[in-house]
């Protein structure tokens, strides 16, 4: 099994900082992308940003220039470092990684989420 731990949000004021770890373990043969989706209260889960294996990265046009998306390939953790923070940005952050999955004798694709952390922005 693979495991996604996230940690690092929290509540701030509007114009501030935080960043974001997601780190995976478990049966990992090879992560793809590794992305932050979020979900706000009566909306649905939306993608925030996503790194490849090579460093190729997307992002949402609501948080470029805002959010920086890095990752560490010998720890299989992800950053999500977020600058300018706004009231609206509050949600729900989930960390998710793409894959394949268990040993080299049996593989399986690897779609994991982590458990969510909350990042609240005040006004």
């Known amino acids: 099994q693979v495991q996604l731990v996230e940690s690092g949000g929290g509540l701030v004021q509007a114009g501030g900082s935080l960043r974001l770890s997601c780190a995976a373990s478990?049966?990992?043969?090879?992560?793809?992308?590794m992305g932050w989706y979020r979900q706000a209260p009566g909306k649905q889960r939306e993608l925030v940003a996503h790194?490849?294996?090579?460093?190729?990265?997307n992002y949402a046009d609501s948080v470029k220039g805002r959010f920086t998306i890095s990752k560490d390939n010998a720890k299989n953790t992800v950053y999500l470092q977020m600058n300018s923070l706004k009231p609206e940005d509050t949600a729900v952050y989930y960390c998710?990684?793409?894959?394949?999955?268990?040993?080299?004798?049996?593989?399986?694709?690897?779609?994991?989420w982590g458990q969510g952390t909350l990042v609240t922005v005040s006004s």
């Open positions: 478990g049966s990992i043969f090879r992560i793809n992308v």
């Open positions: 790194i490849t294996s090579g460093g190729s990265t």
């Open positions: 998710n990684a793409l894959g394949v999955a268990g040993t080299t004798l049996q593989k399986y694709a690897l779609n994991a």
